[in-house]
């Protein structure tokens, strides 16, 4: 454990409205530096360089395959220089690192203090060049233009989703975590894990009911997140580890689309995938993306997945159109990523937020309006790109289910429905599935 310390980075969020910015600035400031805690970057691959098929992200059309979450996108050597505060101070674990690492703490937990109680292996980096480059090339160049939101969860993004999160019209959020407070101990006591993976974990806000209850059955937990935002998964660790004294974490810094068959292995796993994520894939991209999770898991692993359900389209509209405009800066923040990584110049404030419902399609769809027409060099691309006035630009769909079309969604990907449960508002539901028959 050698490897060099790194330091959680700082950036400042550019929000249209004052309240946003403000809270935001007080946040950052809050997260602000680790502490005492330093992270050990166990390993390193910068990038990866193929564009993964079926994100979370992807936008939707009919002539797309399904998704194929464990993509040959594995094979994809990083092609750019580790960065000298992050680089790699054993080569044979930046060769293989995830194989060689044992839970429970074995070479990690070695002197009972919180750095020896994490481990960061970063197998991505969220905004350097290539999935960025590839995945905006492909995006605005389609009919209608689209992005991937996998890139809004740059530092700024991380934070601003956390305050989404804490807006009065946002009811996911805590509607997930009341949820979880109340079944944590039933969902532990049956899938017994020794291991809680999540996938896309960001503040791990509401991990912490599974934590405890982890922690009442066997005393000790070790949690493996898993966020292509780095700075998302180092705050939420280190605050993690200064509250429970009980707890190992082996962070992973990975593309859930891309890494899972890299995430660490152990005897019994329950794999979270919360916050209603699940429905930002296209239902073809969902579906392969379960089958990717189905095929990495083995007999003793269960599978937690947050699903927002179908409601009233009048909330649905406000969650996502809330009052403060935090989910517009969210939105319009995914220029500012393009801008700062990829050379461009786009007129952040020429872009209107937009969030709609479309009941036949049972999904938010969040996009960005040009307000008058536009012309954008992206120079990583070495191309400009046209926006009429009134075009838009599809950022993020958030699908919305039912009991009934989650189950289909699990059997289409080989997977069982073992337990659904919902509060009496039926606003959001958790879904506990296995591979057995
Ligand atoms: N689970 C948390 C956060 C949800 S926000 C909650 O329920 O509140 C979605 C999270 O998924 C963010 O932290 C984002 O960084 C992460 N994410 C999005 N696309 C990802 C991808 N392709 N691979 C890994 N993490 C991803
Ligand atoms: C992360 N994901 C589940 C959120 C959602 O509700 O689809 C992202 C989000 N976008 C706008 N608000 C929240």
Redesign the pocket.
């Known amino acids: 454990m050698g490897a060099p310390k790194r330091r959680v980075r700082r950036q400042r969020v550019v929000a249209r409205t004052r309240p946003v910015e403000a809270e935001y600035e007080a946040r950052a400031g809050a997260v602000g530096e680790p502490e005492a805690v330093e992270f050990e970057s166990v390993s390193e691959s910068a990038t990866d360089s193929e564009p993964e098929s079926g994100s979370?992200t992807e936008p939707e059309s009919e002539s797309e395959s399904a998704t194929d979450s464990d993509s040959d996108s594995e094979s994809a050597t990083a092609t750019e220089p580790v960065s000298e505060s992050e680089s790699v101070s054993d080569p044979e674990a930046a060769a293989d690192p995830l194989e060689r690492v044992a839970l429970h703490g074995a070479g990690v937990v070695e002197h009972g203090e919180r750095a020896d109680r994490l481990q960061v292996t970063v197998l991505v980096r969220p905004d350097s060049g290539s999935t960025l480059a590839a995945d905006v090339g492909r995006g605005l160049r389609e009919v209608p233009k689209t992005l991937e939101?996998k890139h809004?969860y740059d530092d700024v993004g991380s934070t601003l989703?956390d305050m989404?999160?804490d807006t009065p019209e946002?009811y996911?959020t805590r509607t997930e975590e009341a949820l979880l407070e109340e079944i944590a101990d039933e969902v532990i006591g049956e899938t017994s894990p020794t291991a809680l993976v999540e996938l896309?974990s960001?503040a791990a806000r509401k991990t912490r009911a599974l934590l405890e209850a982890m922690q009442r059955h066997h005393g000790r937990a070790t949690y493996v997140p898993v966020d292509i935002s780095e700075q998302a998964l180092e705050s939420s660790a280190a605050a993690l580890l200064e509250d429970y004294d009980w707890l190992d974490i082996h962070g992973v810094v990975a593309d859930f689309t891309q890494h899972l068959h890299r995430v660490p292995g152990a005897e019994r796993r329950l794999i979270a995938f919360l916050?209603?994520?699940?429905?930002?894939f296209d239902r073809q991209g969902a579906r392969g993306f379960l089958q990717g999770i189905r095929d990495a898991m083995t007999e003793g692993d269960s599978l937690l997945v947050?699903m927002?359900q179908v409601k009233q389209p009048a909330i649905l509209h406000a969650?996502?159109n809330d009052a403060a405009g935090v989910?517009a800066a969210?939105?319009r923040n995914l220029l500012q990523v393009i801008n700062r990584e990829l050379s461009a110049d786009f007129d952040v404030d020429a872009f209107e937020h937009v969030?709609l419902y479309r009941p036949e399609l049972q999904r938010?769809e969040?996009l960005l309006e040009a307000r008058s027409a536009q012309s954008v060099t992206i120079e990583a691309l070495g191309r400009q790109f046209d926006f009429g006035a009134g075009e838009r630009v599809r950022t993020?769909?958030?699908?919305k289910f039912t009991r009934e079309s989650a189950e289909a969604l699990f059997a289409a990907a080989g997977l069982t429905l073992r337990r659904w449960y919902t509060p009496e508002n039926g606003y959001f539901a958790l879904a506990l599935a296995g591979i057995d028959g």
């Open positions: 979370a939101p809004f989703f989404i999160c946002y996911v896309g960001g916050g209603g994520t699940l429905g930002n947050g927002d969650a996502y989910t969210f939105n969030a938010i969040m993020e769909i958030s699908s």
